[in-house]
């Protein structure tokens, strides 16, 4: 099949429901601008992740990858005004644009950028007593999934839902024998999932803008 089909189809989708304001715009075009990476959900997914939040009736999100901002502002979007959304950044000069684009969002009161390794930051957190979490969403770099996804049950309550992007890598977890190590990482995570007695999960495939990838689906139980 054409794969220009997915993106039309996306496309209209978004269009319909998934349809980017001046601010989400605005923000694609700051990180542009700032040399970060293209790497950020879409808007349908951007819009997928909100509704989630609003079905899980989340009022404490953790968010694991910041970039821009730009899934930090369609999730903290989902929140009450007394919501809180943490979001962890690798990167000062992300974060710093991420900031800009969550303040013109008006979404600074809700939303705390941590900057750092995130294994730290999750830590800290830990620490701190920052859980549990309704949500948590993990996108960022793949060869430590599993262990985010360690922390991420740690911060976790039962019913908390985690999401976990880029888990299908246009089909390349099929091979056993790739040596990429963003494929091995979500490859190890897939099976640690699956293994895992403390949840209830699935993984959907996900076709579009984004071309083909996947999302894994978990509940706490």
Known sequence: ?????????DQYIGNLLGEEDAVLKGTLKSMKDAG?????VSANQGKFLQVLARLCGAKKILEIGTLGG?????????????????????????AD?????????????IVDIKVGKAMDSLVVLDAEDEGPFDMIFIDADKP???????????LSRPGTLIVA???????????????DERVRGVQRFNKALA???QVTATIIQTVGTKEHDGMAIVVVK
Request: with cysteine.
């Open 36 to 40: 970060i990476p293209g790497i950020n």
């Open 195 to 197: 293994d895992n007695k």
């Open 97 to 109: 644009v991420a900031r800009q684009n969550i303040i013109k969002a008006g979404l600074d009161p």
């Open 1 to 9: 099949m054409d794969t220009s089909l997915f993106e039309s189809v």
């Open 144 to 154: 430590p999934y599993t262990e985010y996804f360690e922390w991420a049950l740690k």
């Open 70 to 94: 730009y899934s930090t502002i369609w999730l903290a979007r989902a929140l009450p005004a007394d919501g809180q959304l943490i979001t962890l950044e690798l990167e000062q000069a992300y």
């Open 165 to 179: 992007d880029n888990v299908v890598r246009e089909g390349k977890v099929l091979d056993d024998n790739c040596d």
